[in-house]
Every structure is written in C-alpha cells, then in structure tokens.
C-alpha cells in the first residue's frame, strides 16, 4: 500500500480523485445504474456515482490533476461512501450470484476496481426542485465542494 | 477511466490493449496511424474488454459524443486529428518499426481479407493473439453476419486456452507500474478480447450459450485465476468448437466446397 492510502487521525483512509484542472467532473445523478454499469462505463461515462481510489497512482489516466476527497464532510452530509473492500465485495457477490450481462460486467469491474483501488461516492442530494436537463451543472459546484486540490 | 474508450480498447486497433502494444498504433477504420492510442478515439469505438452488446448504451453515448468529427479525435481535448498514412519507409526512419503494425497496415492490399487473418492464428505469442482475436471481432461487426467469420471463430475457439506469453517489449509499464503486474494485466487484455469475441459470434449466430459463454464458466473467471479458468476453458473449447462447427453445418455454409476457394459475397 503506498503512503497515500494511509489513515487520517480519525483512522478514515483518505479516497482521492484526478481529473480535469477546473474541478472534478460532475455526476449525472440521473442515471441511476449499478456498481458494475458505473466501473466499466456500460451507460455511459457519467452515473449517479463518483469513483475514487485509495491511491492516486493507481488512477493516473482520469485527468491531470490530483484531488482529495473530504470524507468527513460528504459522510455527514449524507452522502454515501462505499469503501473499496465493499465494493469488491458487491462485485464478487454479483460475479458469483448472478447470470449473463450483470456478472459479466461485475466480473470485469472487479479487476479494474481492484487494479485502481477504487471506491465511489453515491450522491444523495435533494435534486427534487431541479429540471432533469440542468442536473449535470447543477451537481458541478456541489460536487466539488466535497473536494480538495492535493 | 476514459482509456476504457480510448483506441487502445478498440477493436480497429487490433495489435494494442490497455497493457499491450507500444509506440504507434494502426486504425483500419480510419486507415490511419494512431500516434497517441491512448489519447485518440472516433465515434465508431467498438471496445475490446466485453462484447459491445453488454456496453451497448456507454458506446451509443460515446459515439454521440464524437458525432461531428469524421475522423479520429482527440479523447480529452475533443480535436480533430489528422490522417496518417502508414509509410514503412518513415517508420524505419523514424525508429517506430513495428513488425505487427506493420503487417496490419497491409490489410487493404490483400485479398480475399479472412485469408490475410487466418495468418494471425496460433502460436503463444499474446500480443498476436490479441491481434487476431480483434481482427475476427471487427470482420464479424463490418460483415454483420456470422457465415462468413464461423471459420475465423473456429480458430479463436481452438486457442481459448493458450497460454498468452509476453515479452517486455510487448507490454506497456508506465512510470511507477510494476512489469509482473502488467503482465497479468496483459494476460486478462487477451483473455477477455477473445471471450468477447466467442460471445459476439454467439450474437450474430443466435447461439444464447455462445452469447453467453462467460456463465459456462464457474468461478474461475470470477476469481480471475487464470490456472483454473484454463482448465475449464480446455473442457468448454471442445463443447464450443462441436456447436459452432454443428450450426454452420446445419446452415449450409460449413465449408460447402471441398477445395474451400470460393469467396463469399459477404466477405469484407
């Protein structure tokens, strides 16, 4: 494990993010989508949820510019982290249990989760007084809020 | 992870995979030399890692995406990039000499094609077993039909279990990568183009079992233990071969002439 992935003074591992310079890339908290959909990108390459990794080296074609999730922050603000050990976990239960496309996509999001020790974010704002076409800019700035520039 | 639509990941660039294939990249859609396979995409992606009828959607929203371009695109920058023509003679000037490339770069002077890729078969060698297994695939896709490709197929079922060897210079290790890892990785690049190209045949023949090959796998796959995945891909291959080669029977077009020189109509 490098040194990135060690935990903070709460014992919290530290989740971090690269992508673009201007701020990380919203969520289309429209698309609601398993675990294994979102990791191998089968609906596309924006969901409901934001992937994050426990070492930025392992993530290093998502953009140029290292990021650092505020885990306290979205933790109490509602907002759902799924450690990297239990999204393994779900994607080998759906490798094991289920049948054709499902595990067929969990079965390959396991060894890119595994490879780039991924975790993800499932957002859940109040999106209910906002038109589905304004969703993707809307979550921009909310989004970021829960990061910081490394 | 945007390198998953990235021309490393596409089936048109047959000799590179997310951890296979240095340097120059050739694109047989675009006829064209791919200098930067990571960093260049068009809207005709057609992703090695699952069969395209898993990833349908994400593909459909990429293809959107890059609608307006005509041809190969910047994957980050969304800019436009220039054709290049392959010149064996610039290659060798410029020290990118790739002898698979190369060949593959050759395609279009060749005739009947399904003969050009009938060369690619056999051996251990993984990189070319990439290469032919995403060369049937996009002869499968440009055809849309499995009559003319059940010949190309069969052969991709008979090396399902080889062991795919790479040397270092085959493989891609980035700064800070560790070589036996990538390796492994190099080895699932393989593994999962040719298990996604049995299960497009399975598609286009009508064969839900071919289609859906990967449940005929118990946990190996699962586990991603290549020793044990070997063993029943050993057992499945016989089963596979004896349908595949059944149907195309069945169909009438399992070899109809004896001496097998004609060319169909279908064929690219």
Same mark, same amino acid.
Request: aromatic share 10%.
């Given at each position: 494990m490098s040194? !990135?992935? +060690?935990?903070?003074? &709460?014992?919290?591992?530290?989740?971090?993010? #690269?992508?673009?310079?201007?701020?990380? !890339?919203?969520?289309? +908290?429209?698309?609601?989508?398993?675990?294994?959909?979102?990791?191998?990108?089968?609906?596309?390459? #924006?969901? &409901?949820?934001? !992937?994050?990794?426990?070492?930025?080296m392992k993530i290093r074609d998502f953009g140029d510019t290292d990021y650092r999730l505020k885990r306290e922050e979205t933790e109490r603000d509602g907002h759902k982290l799924v450690e990297h050990e239990a999204l393994l976990g779900e994607l080998q239960r759906v490798a094991r249990d289920?049948?054709?496309?499902? #595990?067929?996509r969990a079965i390959q999001a396991l060894r890119y989760a595994m490879r780039r020790l991924e975790g993800l974010v499932r957002w859940n704002f109040d999106t209910s007084a906002v038109v589905r076409k304004d969703l993707i800019p809307w979550a921009r700035d909310k989004v970021r809020a829960y990061f910081t520039r490394v | 992870m945007d390198e998953l639509f990235s021309c490393r990941n596409c089936i048109h660039n047959c000799s590179q995979s997310l951890h296979i294939g240095q340097g120059i990249g050739f694109c047989l859609k675009h006829d064209s030399v791919i #200098?930067?396979?990571?960093?260049?995409?068009?809207?005709?992606? /057609?992703?090695?890692?699952?069969?395209?009828?898993?990833?349908?959607?994400?593909?459909?929203?990429?293809?959107?995406?890059?609608? @307006? @371009?005509?041809? +190969?695109?910047?994957?980050?920058?969304?800019?436009?990039?220039?054709r290049v023509r392959y010149s064996e003679r @610039?290659?060798?000037? /410029?020290?990118?000499?790739?002898?698979l490339v190369n060949a593959i770069a050759q395609y279009y002077k060749t005739n009947p094609h399904w003969a050009f890729i009938q060369g690619f078969t056999g051996g251990t060698d993984g990189r070319r077993s990439l290469t032919y297994s995403a060369f049937v695939r996009r002869y499968m896709d440009t055809c849309e039909t499995w009559r003319s490709s059940y010949r190309l197929v069969l052969a991709l079922v008979d090396e399902i279990d080889e062991d795919p060897r790479f040397d270092t210079r085959s493989i891609v290790v980035r700064n800070g990568d560790d070589p036996d890892v990538v390796m492994q990785e190099a080895l699932w690049d393989v593994v999962f183009t040719r298990i996604s190209g049995l299960q497009e045949y399975g598609y286009h023949a009508g064969l839900e079992n071919v289609m859906w090959a990967t449940d005929s796998l118990n946990g190996s796959l699962s586990e991603l233990n290549w020793p044990t995945l070997r063993v029943e891909l050993s057992k499945m291959r016989l089963l596979w071969t004896k349908q595949i080669a059944a149907h195309a029977q069945e169909h009438g077009v399992f070899f109809p002439k004896p001496e097998d020189e004609y060319v169909s109509n279908t064929d690219e």
């Open positions: 040194e !990135s992935a +060690l935990p903070n003074d &709460q014992g919290l591992r530290p989740y971090y993010r #690269r992508d673009q310079r201007d701020g990380v !890339s919203p969520p289309d +908290l429209s698309k609601a989508c398993t675990y294994a959909e979102h990791i191998v990108h089968a609906r596309g390459k #924006r969901t &409901q949820f934001t !992937s994050v990794s426990l070492d930025l289920e049948q054709r496309a499902e #595990r067929q | #200098r930067e396979p990571s960093q260049t995409t068009c809207k005709y992606l /057609h992703r090695k890692d699952l069969p395209q009828f898993v990833v349908d959607e994400g593909v459909r929203e990429h293809a959107g995406e890059f609608a @307006f @371009f005509p041809g +190969l695109v910047s994957l980050t920058m969304k800019q436009p990039i220039e @610039f290659v060798w000037e /410029h020290g990118s000499y790739d002898p």
